[in-house]
């Protein structure tokens, strides 16, 4: 575990400069020092400075300082963090004071002491800052307690990544349904596609993800770190569901995802265990297998149920072809919606760095996917597929990674680059859907969506096409003549009529 060092911050009056040379955190010299006695600073529960959001703690500081003390100060350096609602002025104490203060603590001696209530706001990292007067107010001392704020109950951000995985499960159950299983063999037999989607997955994006940190945050490693753990994981789900929407090939988005996210168990580890401790030297990284599991699980299982309804229950797929686009605006509603009402505390530390990155990070991966897989010859609709796959990240992992990696609350903090990630990555995508849209309603006509299914065999006349010549039929024309004179293997309503 990383333990942060915040820096102290720059005093921007005289006396807080001063104040600085006069400051002791736990161990002091003062006047005290001619009778040989060291000056200590001392808090009943020094644990209560590290609380949750919107939490109440009270404190009491005691010390052996000889000198008098007229008054005490309390202040906080950053008050959106924390705020001081009550502070009492210094009392003398004797045997008889009302509060129970370990001596051991300050030397076997207690002068005075005093309470310090506070309210923590939000998460992230302040400081507690103690000034001492004497009768003259000048000021004889300072003292300053590091405070760690934590992020509340994340009850809100569970209930969105529960209600995902379900959701999720029904998409990818309606996507079976309607998979071209011709379409998936011709692709095992010849898999560009997906060996081109994972260099663009493993290879591309995880150089791209460390170069822009480099570029954006050259002083911050955790949000570094954050940007490069995100474009180490595999696709997300939403990838498929993008994919159908914008005409891509979702046959190919498919096994893009399942390929990705089976190798998640060796690229995520190497890249993280090899080039994460040069980000982040010492951190405890830790690879979360079973969310991986639970991952290739949400994905695979709906999907191969899915596909055995397209022979047991025919219906299914005439149902899930026709829900499935409005579901998936369904699902992205939801993400919209209450994915940022989850995570709305983002916005309150969201900085135009964070959001470039969020935004340049699936952006590049959509273009230099794009590009690569028409560079191999792939067809638009694929080169949409790879494109999409590659763009898209499942972030969950990477947040679960980043906390894990360093401590608290430093992880809550440079979790806002993959969440800005979450939230920016549809922006390109829901732009070129509402282009699509409107050249639709421009034109009159839609442009044709996905083949999310195998073609309808009731659509494809089967009638026989007697051929004539010089106005008689030719009833013994074998077969290949007449699918030539049809069209041939360039006719697919021919092709499946034979078969059928």
């Not at 530390?349 to 964070?354: C, F, H, Q």
Request: hydrophobic share 45%.
């Amino acid at each position: 575990m990383i333990k942060m060092n915040k820096s102290d911050s720059k005093m921007a009056s005289a006396r807080n400069v001063l104040a600085m040379f006069l400051s002791f955190s736990v161990l002091m010299s003062s006047s005290a020092a001619d009778s040989g006695k060291s000056v200590v600073v001392a808090f009943d529960r020094e644990s209560a400075f590290d609380a949750v959001e919107q939490e109440t703690i009270s404190v009491i500081w005691f010390t052996n300082f000889t000198e008098e003390i007229d008054r005490v100060e309390v202040t906080t350096s950053n008050s959106k963090n924390s705020e001081v609602t009550y502070y009492s002025q210094p009392m003398l104490y004797t045997t008889n004071s009302p509060v129970e203060i370990n001596v051991t603590r300050v030397n076997g001696e207690v002068t005075y002491y005093g309470e310090i209530n506070m309210t923590t706001l939000f998460v992230g990292f302040n400081e507690v800052q103690i000034y001492f007067y004497d009768k003259d107010n000048n000021t004889i001392g300072l003292v300053t307690k590091e405070q760690k704020v934590y992020l509340k109950g994340q009850a809100l951000a569970d209930a969105f990544s529960y209600g995902s995985a379900v959701l999720q499960a029904f998409l990818y159950f309606f996507m079976g349904a309607t998979l071209d299983l011709a379409i998936v063999k011709t692709i095992v037999v010849r898999p560009v596609g997906p060996v081109l989607g994972l260099f663009c997955q493993y290879g591309l994006m995880p150089s791209i993800a460390y170069g822009l940190g480099l570029l954006i945050f050259p002083d911050d490693f955790s949000l570094r770190l954050g940007l490069f753990l995100n474009g180490c994981c595999p696709g997300g789900g939403q990838s498929n569901m993008w994919t159908h929407l914008l005409g891509g090939s979702l046959d190919l988005s498919i096994m893009m995802t399942t390929v990705s996210t089976l190798a998640a168990f060796g690229t995520v580890p190497l890249w993280v265990l090899t080039v994460g401790p040069t980000i982040a030297d010492g951190g405890n990284f830790v690879i979360p297998f079973v969310d991986l599991i639970t991952t290739v699980v949400v994905l695979i299982f709906p999907c191969v149920i899915g596909i055995i309804c397209q022979s047991v229950c025919p219906k299914v797929v005439i149902y899930s072809k026709k829900i499935l686009t409005p579901y998936s605006m369904a699902v992205l509603l939801y993400t919209f919606s209450f994915g940022v009402y989850a995570y709305f505390y983002l916005f309150s530390i969201l900085t135009w760095k964070s959001a470039s990155a969020g935004l340049l990070l699936p952006l590049l991966g959509y273009t230099l996917g794009t590009l690569l897989a028409k560079l191999f010859c792939l067809t638009m609709r694929e080169a949409i597929a790879v494109g999409i796959e590659t763009g898209i990240q499942n972030t969950m992992l990477s947040i679960i990674i980043l906390t894990v990696a360093i401590e608290k609350p430093t992880a809550n903090l440079a979790a806002v680059v993959p969440g800005s990630n979450t939230l920016f990555t549809p922006v390109p995508l829901l732009i070129v859907y509402i282009i699509k849209k409107i050249y639709e309603k421009v034109r009159g006509k839609e442009i044709p969506e996905v083949n999310t299914s195998t073609t309808d065999l009731k659509s494809v006349d089967s009638k026989p096409v007697e051929l004539q010549l010089n106005g008689h039929s030719i009833p013994d024309l074998d077969k290949k003549s007449q699918l030539d004179a049809e069209g041939g293997i360039t006719n697919p309503a021919a092709d499946l009529r034979d078969i059928a």
